[in-house]
């Protein structure tokens, strides 16, 4: 089972791009950026050269001696076992964060050799561009992978009702045979979340088992590499925060509180363990604005933040919640004040608008969930995991800024009203589309 990647078609257009740089692939572990990108050159090219700096160590040496293109496609080529030719092949480096000098050969091959084309990836790509080490600034092209959004395991679960939904082109109430399947395939995502593996284990198995295990492995695999990318003293701490995110999201205000992590945590001992969470695109984190203006980055209150995971399945899966949850109804939603429903809107916020997220409090007497920019206008973000939409915080954020447009997700069906966007969770991908069709 093959599954469908948006992000496909950000590659086509690197490829036909005039002024085409060597592409930079980022993403977190077990998100697909190697069945992508090599799936992507067997399409368009006609040959893929393939190299691993994390199987095949022996190639860091090819970097360290010489910085000219042609002397590395000469050694690649005689491993490659054949002549990598520019005008067909694809050249692919993965794991390229094993090799710093792979990396900065990157700005050599965009200075002196751009037709050979070249895509880069690494699980760990984020955390080795934020050490410090020189990197060909200005020289690369960059896109992230992020796990599958729903939209994309809709296309795989229900094509019917993917065609469907991708009809919709007006804001109006979608018909209740439609919005009730699409509720009950929004439940099954949220058990598996976004992991291609996971995906693919529920679709093709239906194995809730098999499921769990791979989730659970997945997180094993980001603990390892704990221990194997930095200093031993280090690993306890990271460990400390990433086991402290679901406690964290199941509190009432979800404010990040390094006294959760363990007693008498300080932010001055933890926060390199969430920066290198961060950089390894394991967490995201969303920072508190105290003032909804532009830009917004000059309102942004560092102090204080929220942190959500990668994933909502291994969100569950951390939070140690059963998968037969599924069969309480929409009770799954609410679960831990909200946090499975907010962690879900903010991957996709994330994925389409970017990654810099913010929220909105005012003095803890009312917060709203997320902060969006969208072109020149700030919106308001309200995320409901329930039918019930009563809520203080987004009137008194209307009362004091009246914004044009303001977002609610919910369990409620589609509708625009006195400039209330209230759009269903399971079309939080369709985000821009419908902002797009206001008029």
């Known amino acids: 089972m093959n599954i469908e990647r948006d992000l496909y078609k950000e590659l086509v257009k690197w490829k036909s791009k005039k002024n085409r740089k060597p592409l930079l692939l980022q993403g977190a572990r077990q998100v697909g ?17 393939y190299f691993n700096f994390e199987e095949q160590i022996e190639l860091k040496q090819f970097f360290e001696i010489t910085k000219q293109p042609s002397r590395i496609i000469e050694n690649l080529s005689i491993v490659y076992g054949s002549t990598i030719n520019p005008k067909d092949t694809l050249i692919i480096f993965d794991e390229i964060q094993e090799c710093n000098d792979a990396i900065n050969s990157l700005k050599y091959f965009n200075e002196n050799a751009p037709e050979y084309s070249i895509i880069s990836s690494g699980s760990l790509l984020g955390v080795s561009l934020s050490s410090g080490k020189s990197f060909p600034v200005g020289q690369v092209d960059f896109l ?25 082109s007006e804001i109006s109430p979608i018909p209740n045979i439609f919005f009730n399947q699409l509720i009950e395939k929004l439940r099954i995502y949220f058990i598996t979340g976004g992991m291609p593996e996971a995906v693919k284990t529920i679709l093709k198995d239906n194995d809730i088992n098999i499921l769990q295990q791979v989730q659970a492995d997945i997180i094993k695999a980001y603990k390892l590499d704990f221990s194997k990318h930095i200093r031993s003293s280090d690993i306890p701490k ?20 390094y006294r959760t992590i363990r007693s008498g945590a300080r932010a001055r001992e933890y926060e390199n363990a969430l920066l ?24 942004t209150d560092v102090s204080a933040f929220k942190v959500y995971l990668l994933d909502v399945g291994l969100l569950r899966q951390m939070s140690n919640l059963y998968p037969e949850i599924i069969k309480s109804g929409n009770n799954l939603f609410s679960e831990f004040k909200g946090a499975f429903a907010e ?12 990654n810099e997220q913010h929220y909105w409090s005012s003095n803890n007497m009312a ?9 020149n206008t700030i919106i308001p973000i309200e995320v409901k995991a329930e039918t019930n939409i009563k809520s203080k915080s ?14 609610r997700y919910s369990l409620r069906n589609l509708s625009f009203d006195n400039g209330l966007l209230n759009i269903p969770l399971f ?7 419908l902002l797009s069709s206001i008029k």
Do not use: C
């Not at 992978?145 to 993917?162: D, I």
């Not at 962690?343 to 970017?354: E, P, Y």
């Not at 987004?394 to 303001?406: F, G, Q, V």
């Not at 079309?427 to 589309?433: G, L, N, P």
């Open 33 to 49: 950026k190697t069945w992508l990108i090599k799936n992507f050159g067997r399409n368009e090219f006609k040959h893929v050269a």
């Open 144 to 168: 992230t992978l992020y796990p599958v959004s729903f939209k994309e395991f809709l296309a795989q679960a229900e094509p019917k009702l993917y065609k469907y939904i991708n009809s919709i």
């Open 238 to 257: 990271l460990d400390y925060v990433w086991s402290s995110i679901p406690s964290q999201l199941a509190k009432e205000n979800k404010k990040f509180l």
């Open 276 to 299: 290198w969470l961060k950089h390894a695109g394991l967490i995201h984190i969303v920072n508190k604005i105290s003032k909804p203006s532009i830009p917004i980055s000059s309102y």
């Open 343 to 354: 962690n879900f809107i903010l991957q996709s916020l994330i994925s389409k608008f970017g």
């Open 367 to 375: 917060e709203l969930d997320f902060i969006l920019q969208y072109k």
């Open 394 to 407: 987004l009137i008194s954020y209307s009362n004091k800024y009246n914004p044009n447009i303001k977002i």
């Open 427 to 433: 079309m939080v991908d369709y985000t821009e589309d």
